[in-house]
DNA sequence: CCGCATCAGTTAACCGGTTCAGTGAACCGC
DNA sequence: GCGGTTCACTGAACCGGTTAACTGATGCGG
């Protein structure tokens, strides 16, 4: 432990060639330099088991390497896949994600990405809670960000993967009316008190025009809670013949809930997801769901928030379709 | 975008107060000055939105504020719950998490190890996949390394949380035989060819003991490739009566499995998992599995590497002991 | 053969903190 | 009243790279 691990700098490396330590930088790098010095500098690199090091280089170079990566809630399976699959996918680029977590709470959603930008990250992707704060346009003129799900208002991020949450809702809410439903509650989780958030206030609408009378829920974001307010839900007087989980997560507690009053699904309740977690296809029944293409999420979002890092032009924004993937939960055809 | 967001630094804060930028250092972290002299550097760091640079501070003083965890698989969901409480306990602490994942390979884990240490961060939290490997020793002498689940081997790391996982398997396997099974089959994650593995040699040697036959069968991370070798298997000649999956990850594809090829569970087949993930107790039927305790898990690992990274003394090694939970999918009584 | 651009590499400043050695003043006991 | 500590703070080196400005040599068109 104590002995010190010195590594090789670069002015060693710059004294076993000769050359400068500017030269060194410059021939790791491959610019502005013959072929041939490169090599020898690469050489005598691996001789002496150099490696730059990243914090030095990041001070002189205001470049870190990383990138935040914002969630909106972790306890959602849904968006771990999503963190999962975003930290392999910018690996795969020579970059690390920085990974945190708001639980929920638009404020500390705030917080979190002001702490990101302290820590000097060279790109945010957030997953936004409450699009409408300000602080995404201050946050935005200092580091690029890169929104996932709704689209930060203003339009101030670099790059945005904006989900058609309308289409979703009127995917899922058309579908249980043509199973005849008339009644379905809405289990939402908990976001910001932001009335005009695409989405729920789509609920309404489309729910009006297809004549469905729905009763919009807030639950919160862990399984354990979830279930509970799901149980009190479906146990209660008045229990609507189909819900719609705003997260499959959600959907995970309504199917504990039903089996814990002896609810069966479809016949007592139809059970309809959103995000298609691939557990939701290995449940019993398993899960109708509304499909994100969560590779496709991931691969746009790293590609934006990179190419805008690199400086390279590129298409700010992608809009994501949803698919239904309908299965036994509804009660419709299994898949 | 271009307007440079040019942040105060340190000799700023020190013209402002009249000190040396020493001075402002110290006084920032409350150390070698007046209780006085802090207040006002305080006041006008307060007053110029100055923020220590954590980029310059970790060059200076050779300590990121950044820990590397190296997960063995992310593709299990349990090792996602605990990515995700690691992650939070050390914001919680004031560091960042950087979130690799070695997908199951021992090779991957390995170069990730190295990259991870060039990165600079202060500890290395790692899953072993392969506790023998040599490099464990060479990265224990330069950066702190906390072990979860298996003990690095020749006690090399600065940390352990052990799992026993031979008292895991003695559970498990008791419960089968005690319901009267015969035949186990054994699914395994994908691991390391290290024949020692204490918890692999153990299911034999249990085995032999507790008069049960069982055959163990290797299978792949995945949900998706987890349920083609699992319908393999339990669909081809000679199925067994019961089968007890290493992971509870590996379990939902078992259940998918028997949902494809109309076996009840328990009643065909009796399935046992490990690490009760929180889905666990939702399916149906609720799976019987071996607990783990990830939030104790959680709490040990991150306060062992926090502590020797902070140069605190602490008790070196926590055992965890795990809990069967007997739930409906093993027939045992019902949770 | 001249003027100008390009190439390969050097020098030195710089990124923004931390820390070690040193300094003057106040304080202490005797 | 004097040597020895302690306290609060300063100056300068340092962490290990990158980069702007500059230099000398070479290449090229005319």
Redesign the pocket.
Known sequence: MSEKPKRA???EVAQATG?????V?????GI???EE?QERVRAAAEELG?E??PI??A???GRTGQVGLLCGSLEDYWQQSLAVGIGRALLARDRYALIVDAGGDPERELALARRLRDQRVDGLIVQPLDPSAALWAELAGTVPVVSIGDALHGGQAQGEVVFDNRRGVTLALEHLRDLGHQRVTVFTPTRASTPDRPADVHVNAEAERLGLRVDVVVVPQSLAEATEVATRVLGGPGRPSAVFCFADSIAYGVYAATRELGLAVPGDVAVCGYDNHPMSALLTPPLTTVDWDIDGIVHSAVRLVVDVIDGKPRKRRVVREPALRVRASTGGAPE
Do not use: K
Request: aromatic content about 8%; charged content about 10%; cysteine-free.
């Open positions: 700098t670069i002015r050359l400068s330590p500017a030269a930088s410059y021939a790791l790098r502005q330099t013959s010095t150099y730059a090091h030095a280089r001070l002189a170079s």
